[in-house]
């Protein structure tokens, strides 16, 4: 199940608090996040300055060992990376570049091409 979250006024508790450990030193890579972003090329620094810069994009409530969301952010360079993290403890799970493949998402990179 995905949950789109709509923009509202304000700071998402959630992101803020992902900021917050992340920030902090207080987060880690699963294997398989590991594995993802040493076949992207994407860095631990790239990962972590995206969270930070983020917003969350997508929530998975019932991911399958604990909730966890899709963050959009930018590494210091600018690239646009998504990441998906759990709430709580944060876990990377996976991180990806979505400018390589512009059809899934909008312009902005938030939201996913509804395809028939």
């Avoid at 709509?6 to 508790?13: H, L, Q």
């Avoid at 917050?20 to 076949?39: D, L």
């Avoid at 959009?72 to 991180?95: L, M, N, Y």
Wanted: charged share 30%; glycine share 6%.
């Amino acid at each position: 199940m995905i949950c789109i979250l709509e923009r509202s006024v304000g700071i998402n508790p959630v992101i803020k608090a992902i900021k917050k450990q992340v920030n902090a030193g207080n987060y880690r890579f699963t294997i398989h996040g590991f594995e993802r972003c040493v076949e992207r090329h994407i860095s631990p620094n790239e990962v972590k300055y995206a969270i930070l810069s983020g917003e969350i994009i997508e929530e998975y409530p019932e991911d399958k060992y604990r909730p966890s969301c899709l963050i959009c952010g930018d590494s210091r360079e600018g690239k646009i990376f998504h990441v998906q993290c759990s709430i709580d403890p944060v876990w990377i799970i996976t991180a990806y570049n979505p400018t390589l493949d512009p059809d899934k998402w909008d312009k902005e990179f938030k939201r996913r091409r509804i395809t028939s």
